[in-house]
């Protein structure tokens, strides 16, 4: 069965850095790329960014390009986001995603809270 | 990276069909035949219903059905269940590895 654990949320300030952690079990890891989607209070899905397998292939959504790096370690099942200078319209639950096809997204984690508020 | 356009709300009585539809442009959902649905139920986390246009994965019932059209996609549910009720998302490709949503609608079962 396909496990994935987010972890690292939390409550910062405005403009200061936070990275999230997501740890994979119950396939190859690195055979799938895998994504952040992230959802705000009350609010809908938002795709985050995304890796492929062997991280040759990464992207942005336009509101966090510049700002957020995605990463993974392959040999410890994990995927990573830094979040540098964040903002209030980052206060959301970030999920941890996987893809089959690079367009959808198969396998969904629980989430972790992120609250970026002064 | 505009965000696709889906109706806020739908509904229908139990064993009755609904039908949300999901608009976009030629350069996502008219573009690619990569639109997923995803159905979300309060404080879950969403699963993954429809793929690449129309194929449902292992496990959800054939009572969905996905289907598209130009620039605008739909979702199907037949036969509708009570807990059918659930926010309910499309996503696109939308080219240069970028994936765009929608905004969601809630399906109420009457």
């Known amino acids: 069965e396909v496990h994935l654990v987010e972890s690292g949320g939390g409550l910062l300030q405005p403009g200061r850095s936070l990275r999230l952690s997501c740890v994979a079990s119950?396939?190859?890891?690195?055979?799938?790329?895998i994504h952040w989607v992230r959802q705000a209070p009350g609010k809908g899905l938002e795709w985050v960014s995304g890796?492929?397998?062997?991280?040759?292939?990464?992207a942005y959504a336009d509101s966090v390009r510049g700002r957020f790096t995605i990463s993974r370690d392959n040999a410890k099942n994990s995927l990573y986001l830094q979040m540098n200078s964040v903002r209030g319209e980052d206060t959301a639950l970030y999920y941890c995603?996987?893809?089959?096809?690079?367009?959808?997204?198969?396998?969904w984690g629980q989430g972790t809270l992120v609250t970026v508020s002064s | 990276q505009s965000a696709l356009t889906q109706p806020p709300s739908a509904s229908g009585s139990p064993g009755q069909s609904v039908t949300i539809s999901c608009t976009g442009t030629s350069s996502d959902l008219g573009g690619y035949k990569y639109v997923s649905w995803y159905q979300q139920h309060p404080d879950k986390a969403p699963k993954l219903m429809i793929y690449?246009?129309?194929k449902r994965p292992s496990g959800v019932p054939d009572r969905f059905s996905g289907s598209k059209s130009g620039n605008t996609a739909s979702l199907t549910v037949s036969g509708l269940q009570a807990d059918d009720e659930a926010d309910y998302y499309c996503s696109s490709y939308a080219g240069s590895n970028i994936v765009v949503f929608g905004g969601g609608t809630k399906l109420t079962v009457l």
């Open positions: 690449e246009v129309s």
């Open positions: 995603v996987k893809s089959s096809g690079w367009y959808y997204f198969d396998s």
């Open positions: 119950g396939f190859r890891f690195n055979d799938y790329a």
């Open positions: 890796i492929s397998w062997g991280s040759g292939t990464i």
